[in-house]
């Protein structure tokens, strides 16, 4: 974009008499006192547009405020919100373009009327829908917005003003606009977004579009900008969607589960007339849902075609679907997960894979389906959202916690026994298996992922493999960790194929598109897969699972469709022994029906064998009855608060931590702290290693292999977690 410097009352145009005209507004005064102009007041002078071709006739007299005529005041109000809505859409042709220009002329003249406009806009319900007065009064309030929120003092430039800059410069066709920013402007105008979005942003866009080919016109000759409105603050659940939210802007979230893959669609349409050859029919907007109810005329000779698509003139933007599904941790027990139907246009397309937690920004609508008529025989309507923004987001981020959360944190972490405190705290209503408590503690907090140098990934993340006879628990501790993690997928070995665990890419009957769908390991990304039942697993299956477990990613290649997906989790799996009944005689290989490749793949084996102990079996009887006759508040304040310093006393005491807490704190761990292994602990590792390497050679169990002394530095950075240290010991 060229660049050139302007003096301050001068301004470029095409036109020879658009300098004189900019002389007759005083552009440094914001009366509207000011804005009189000079002769005769028959020989109107035109500010011309000629972005389009077209000349518009924005005269002196049109834009001159009228304060002498003796007016009442709803006409003088309903004047100049006419006046505000012409100069506030006014489009100028600058043909070396420069910023300083634009405010000259365009800023100024919405300067001047943006604080007349009538206050009291109606409340945005449908009765005020076709009211064009308030729509008008709505864009000279976005405008308004744009130029003069947040103005810098140094350069008198707005905030969305130096953003519109940046994506001229860049060639971007989106804005990124702050509903709190817009919220804070003006109210009425969010308002209006919440209620009536397809009336409030096309006109949005048209205003950003005006502004940036006033700025550099050839950047967006076959192009459009669309704002995109991002923290939305009400964010809903798919099964808290009703038909009151139809037509609404609305915030969903859930989990990517499918994707289609992106196609062309007609955005504006021209037609070429094969009898004249015109080729200036249009231009016409299309939209997916509705029939194409266009009535082509020629222009030209009037005639009803036939007519072609004119490729050179006609617009495209892609197009692609994608399926959410409702989080894990928001499902109500009992109930199986809704899904929804998102619609993807232009540079939101490939934006998000299938296993993205994602909250989607848009417009809820409603189409009527012929197929699902056709099948119940009565009107029936499918859901759909028309994404505007699309924001990733992990489960929890560090601006939602308090001060006095961290505060407690790094208390927590200096507690002398802070790792058997956290043991202490898992599966509390489980009596004993403290080793299988503390390797679902490390599982929680987890290693760091990591980049070779040969540009392969480590995982950082710690695999458990729990093998035990029925009846020790192996499910119940599945459950709690599901009930703990915010993020987790759970399915079993006997209701899950391989291609339920990793992905599959299935034909849309009905259209014959092809599409990813994504499978358990993939949901899970970035969280905890956990299998239970995992020797009823095929053999087929559980290799399908070999790529997901180490290199946690899944290569799909069918269909045309090639795609890597990110799995990115833990695995824990819970599995039973040949005959049900774990042998000290044999081998581990031999008391379970699993591979060798995909046991090495498991960071810890816990071993779980009901041995009949008179004391053992005395004390979990009475921890199980015990359960079962009292009651524990959880909100005891007076067990819960330290009195003296605002600590809560389960911090300082050995009692255990309260799940809400326990959950913030692992998250906190897992997402702020990064331990690395000093060289002096290294030796300690290596040694650790090779001695058991020697052990296990000789005992004929399985062999130790490096991928064993990967998992032991995953499993001190674990433990150097918990403490919330930078250091692994």
Known sequence: MNNETFNENEAVSSDDNFESEISDYELEDTNHEDLESEGDENEEEEIVDDIDGHDIGYTHQDIKMIDNDP?????????????????????????????????????????????????????AYISSFNNEKSIQSLKIIFEGFLWYFQVNESTGVGKYIKLIQQCVYNEDNFLVIDYR???????????????????????????????????????????????RISNFPFSLRIREITPGHINKFICVEGICIKRTEASPQLKIVYYKCLICGSEINGPYRITIHAENTIKKICLDCQSKGPFLVSQENTVYENYQQIVLQELTSTIPPGDIPNQFTVELFGSLTNVIKPGDDVLVTGQYEVHQSISLVSKAGFSLFTQTLKANYIQKRKSLRIKD????????????????????????????????????????????????????????????????????????GKSQFLKYVEHIFPKTILTTGKGASGVGLTAVVKRNTATGEWSLEAGAFVCADQGICLIDEFDKMTEQDRVSIHEAMEQQSITISKAGIVAS??????????????????????????????????????????????????????NLANH??????????????????????????????????????????????????????????????????????????????????????????????????????????
Not at 684 to 695: A, E, G, M
């Open 181 to 227: 920013d817009l919220n804070e402007f003006d109210q009425r105008f969010t308002n209006w977004l919440i209620n009536f979005p397809d009336t409030v942003l096309p006109f949005c866009n048209e205003i950003v579009l005006s502004i940036a080919k006033a700025i550099n016109p050839s950047v967006y000759v076959k192009k459009a900008i669309a704002c």
């Open 71 to 123: 007016l009442e005041e709803n006409d003088e109000d309903d004047m100049l919100e006419t006046q505000a809505f012409q100069i506030g859409s006014m489009k100028i042709n600058i043909d070396k373009p420069s910023l300083n220009a634009v405010e000259a002329v365009r800023a100024s003249l919405v300067d001047c009327l943006v604080n007349e406009i009538p206050q009291k806009i109606p409340t």
């Open 401 to 472: 916690l308090s001060p006095t959360d961290i505060k407690i944190f790094y208390k927590l972490s200096k507690h002398p026994q802070i790792r058997q405190k956290l043991i202490k705290s898992i599966a509390p209503a489980v009596w004993g298996n403290q080793f299988i408590k503390t390797a679902l503690v490390a599982t929680l907090f987890g290693g760091n992922r990591k980049l070779a140098s040969e540009g392969h990934n480590i995982r950082g993340d710690i695999n458990v493999l729990l093998i035990g006879d029925p009846g020790m």
């Open 565 to 618: 997906l990110q799995a990115r989790c833990s695995v824990i799996a819970a599995a039973n022994p040949i005959g049900d009944k774990y042998n000290p005689t044999l081998n581990l290989s031999r008391n379970v029906d699993l591979s060798g490749p995909i046991l090495s793949r498991f960071d810890i084996i816990c071993i779980i064998r009901d041995k009949a102990f008179p004391l053992q079996d005395l």
């Open 624 to 729: 199980v009855i015990n359960s079962h006759i009292f009651a524990h508040s959880a909100n005891d304040e007076k067990a819960f608060l330290n009195s003296q310093k605002g600590i809560p006393r389960w911090v300082i005491n050995d009692n255990i931590i309260p799940e809400e807490y326990l959950t913030k704190y692992i998250m906190y761990a897992r997402e702020t702290c990064f331990p690395k292994l000093q060289p002096q602990n290294e030796s300690k590792i290596v040694n650790f290693y090779t001695t058991l390497r020697q052990v296990t050679a000789h005992s004929g169990n399985m062999p130790m292999t490096v991928r064993n002394l990967e998992s032991l530095l995953r499993i001190s950075t674990a433990f150097a977690k918990m403490r919330l240290s930078p250091v692994s010991k």
